[in-house]
């Protein structure tokens, strides 16, 4: 199925350069002269080997159809992460390097959707915000309730994250795990 540039997300799978390459990061970058485009991380399904690529808005890349599984995860086990089928039960082993740096956010009893291809789990989709809590940051500054700065953090999953002025240590705020980006302050 022929898709848009800009609208590949992580997780989806791409066919490109006569392989099959799954999304880890996305950057849509829209700069001073020029057109828009979307500048992708891949990381090949047969072998592992990484590719960084620009597509613009006005190309075409044909994305992949695959069957996609809501799963909960279980647990971590060495290497591998554990979830189970919502609808039958059956459990399935997937890498850790399969998920990437947006490891950190996954969570006991947190549901994903598993891309499946020919009866092997491709890829993991997050969920595109998840609740984390601030374990550590800089003071508040006195008279910031919202701002456009920002000041660093560290989250409970040990992520540094980018937060306004206002949020303190122990606030619970929501967080993109595809890119560790603050959206809002979480409501309790």
Partial sequence: MKVNGNTIKTGNVIEHKND?????????VKPGKGGAFAQIELRSLKDGSKLNE???SSENVERVILQEVLHVFLYKENENLIFMNNETFEQITVDINMIGEQYAFLQDGMNVIINIYNDEPVSVIMPDSCVEEIVEADAVIKGQTVSSSFKPAILKNGVKVMVPGHIEVGTKIVVRPSDSKYIEKAKN
């Fill in 54 to 56: 620009r597509f613009r």
């Fill in 20 to 28: 099959l390459w799954v999304v880890t990061k996305t950057n849509h």
